[in-house]
């Protein structure tokens, strides 16, 4: 049984909605979320899925990743840095979404191997470090 948050609003919206009538998923669609408010849907997520075409460095994905979410992301941009394939998420190429028995089979340890690698790489204190060298070149 498997049930699907979408949160935010773009062009595509109405397209979606219109296809998910015809699925035996539940969507919900809830539209744009506030920051400040976003942590309370990942913490209820099992995942996060973020299939952009092209995608730097996501602060998003770090903060779904610490809220316990596995990320399933395209193989595009920054991702191959925040993201160990199969042991803290996923990445795929092309949109092919990997056979979904193996993501639950795997959710609880990549959920824990998820957390622990934001605490350890990219921390709010290592993130700082990170700025503060960067921009004082």
Known sequence: NINMIIVGSGDQRK???????????QIIFKGYIPHE?????????????????????SNTIMEAMASGCVPIVNKKGGMKNIINHGESGFIIE???????????????????????????DHSVKKLKKNYIKAYNC
């Open 15 to 25: 397209d979606l909605e219109n296809k998910a009538k015809n699925l035996d998923t």
């Open 94 to 120: 092309n949109k092919n979404i990997p056979d979904i028995e193996l993501l639950i089979e795997e959710t609880d340890k990549i959920k824990q191997n998820a957390r622990q690698k934001i605490k350890q």
């Open 37 to 57: 408010k976003i942590h309370k849907t990942f913490q209820k997520s099992d995942f996060y899925i973020q299939l952009s075409e092209a995608e730097g460095m």
